[in-house]
């Protein structure tokens, strides 16, 4: 079945505000974003060198103009421009303010987003509340990223894995300072409590653009066997997604510093991923992290 997705002109996908400009997100697909930028009069436009070799950027000037002094051309509506591989920063001066559609093969909006921006600043307050979270999220981000990248996914996933995996805990922001840095062990209720936090990470990132981020952040607690939580999904209902970054968050609780106990060693976070390997976690999702382990 086919889906159109509409956009309306004030409600565009995700909006990400500078003081020279703002970028209006307006569709994104497979290595492709559309995106309306507006310069604001007198503030320079930027295009800066690619950082890989099949990057092709594409610009055309919705309305108002903009000027280049080391091209020594004046760019106005319904001209437009593009770059294979740029390889020297190109300066632009905007006229008046001036929209421009921006086209690229490459996913850029991420880096600039303000949804994505609050996410962090959010990260960075947990780390006050919890100092653990934080870089627990970013050691996470990086074992996920390689077991999907052992795993061969596309780029589309990897990249949705690394945001599921950095933002998987922020719900741990909902749950009380006591119960998450309790030193002892919890009651059945404060677990009951701790086990919300897949559902509120689900709640705050939402709205966020990226497709399944949701599913995956709800899920990774999910075990193949049914016995996770909070849906108690069995198998491949669980999204590989979510399965990867299961497999890194328990490593990396075993192997960290807790309230309650010192983190374990490697070894032993190894043969707690082998012991619960085709019950709690899949087979290729241990089997990948094993090969990066081990190697
Ligand atoms: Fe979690
Ligand atoms: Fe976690």
């Known amino acids: 079945m086919t889906t159109i997705k509409i956009v309306e002109k004030n409600n565009p996908i995700d909006i990400a505000s500078q003081e020279s400009s703002q970028l209006k997100l307006l569709a994104k697909s497979h290595n492709l974003e559309i995106m309306e930028q507006i310069i604001f009069k007198d503030k320079m436009f930027i295009v800066y060198p690619a950082d890989t070799e099949n990057l092709f950027e594409f610009f055309y000037i919705i309305s108002g103009s903009i000027q280049s002094e080391i091209l020594r051309t004046t760019l106005c509506q319904g001209d437009s421009f593009h770059f294979n591989a740029l390889v020297e920063v190109t300066h632009f001066k905007a006229l008046s303010d001036t929209r421009i559609l921006y086209v690229i093969n490459d996913s850029i909006f991420h ?8 996410l962090y600043e959010m990260m960075n307050s947990i780390e006050k509340k919890d100092a653990y979270t934080k870089k627990h999220c970013q050691r996470v981000q990086q074992y996920a990223y390689k077991i999907a990248v052992e795993l061969k996914l596309d780029n589309e996933t990897i990249e949705s894995i690394q945001f599921a995996a950095l ?26 409590i701790i086990k ?35 849906n108690q999904l069995i198998g ?17 609780a075993i192997t960290s510093d807790r309230p309650y106990r010192s983190g374990l060693s490697k070894e032993i976070a190894v043969s707690e991923l082998i012991k619960f390997k085709g019950t709690h976690y899949r087979n290729d999702v241990v089997d990948a992290f094993l090969n990066i382990l081990l190697s």
């Open 196 to 230: 919300e936090h897949p559902k509120y990470s689900r709640d705050i990132i939402t709205k966020l653009y990226f497709r399944d981020i949701e599913k995956i952040v709800l899920q990774h607690h999910e075990r193949i066997d049914g016995s996770g939580y909070p």
């Open 236 to 252: 491949d209902d669980i999204c590989i997604e979510a399965a990867i970054i299961a497999v890194a968050d328990s490593y990396d």
């Open 111 to 118: 880096l600039l987003s303000d949804e994505i921006k609050t």
């Open 167 to 192: 933002f998987h805990d922020l719900g741990k922001i909902k749950i009380p300072d006591d119960i998450l840095n309790k030193p002892e062990a919890l009651s059945e209720k404060e677990y009951a």
